[in-house]
């Protein structure tokens, strides 16, 4: 079963619509036994770091979702979704996140290479690419995907993996490389909504869902 976690701050009925547009079905869901026994797990999210982190820890779902994490099957965040994968937040003051890929979020405005003409969020279309010596995607979610595709971004922040290595992609913007894409291991995360990013961003979908699992 392919579960969506409802912790109240997600765009859950249009990752649900991808998914079911795919051919598959998904569950849109706050229960800790039906996320334990997901074969795929989708973290989506729109909205403050502390808060998501808040209503997690609310519905009980923190330790399910590192539980979760711990089995290598599949687990996906979406935008904010990706940023509570990491350690740590400064959006509103430090927060703790997720810890599922050792890293820091970050406002891109205080990146030293920011171009303080520029505005923030960074919103619309904007091209991918790999940060690579060989200039190759590396994830597993971006087979078939080519190099400076567009995707559709929203957001002020950006998720930045203490081990570059985790980073798969970056979206160039306002002088910051911000990271579009990391993974390790079974745990991936896009900054951008594959889910309104047309056929490209249904292709990263399908090849999340697509990824075997094991127990």
């Not at 599922?100 to 303080?116: A, E, N």
Request: a neutral charge; charged letters at 20%.
């Amino acid at each position: 079963m392919i579960i969506i976690i409802d912790y109240d701050l997600g765009n859950l009925l249009s990752v649900q619509r991808a998914v079911s547009h795919l051919g598959f079905t998904a569950k849109i869901s706050q229960d800790r036994k039906e996320i334990l026994n997901a074969s795929h797990l989708i973290l989506p999210g729109v909205g403050a770091f502390g808060k998501g982190m808040k209503n997690l820890h609310k519905l009980g779902l923190v330790e399910p979702i590192k539980e979760f994490a711990k089995s290598n099957r599949p687990l996906l965040g979406i935008c904010l979704g990706m940023q509570l994968l990491l350690s740590h937040s400064e959006e509103l003051g430090d927060n703790e996140g997720l810890d599922l890929i050792p890293g820091k979020v970050r406002y891109i405005s205080k990146q030293p290479s920011f171009d303080k003409h520029s505005k923030v969020p960074n919103i619309g279309w904007n091209a991918i690419s790999s940060p690579h010596l060989d200039n190759q995607f590396h994830s597993s979610i971006l087979q078939g995907i080519e190099q400076k595709e567009h995707f559709y971004f929203v957001h002020s922040l950006i998720g930045l993996p203490d081990n570059e290595k985790h980073i798969d992609a970056v979206n160039h913007y306002a002088g910051v490389a911000c990271p579009a894409t990391i993974n390790r291991d079974n745990v991936y995360g896009c900054q951008f909504h594959p889910e309104k990013s047309g056929e490209m961003g249904l292709k990263i979908i399908s090849n999340f869902l697509n990824l075997a699992t094991e127990r």
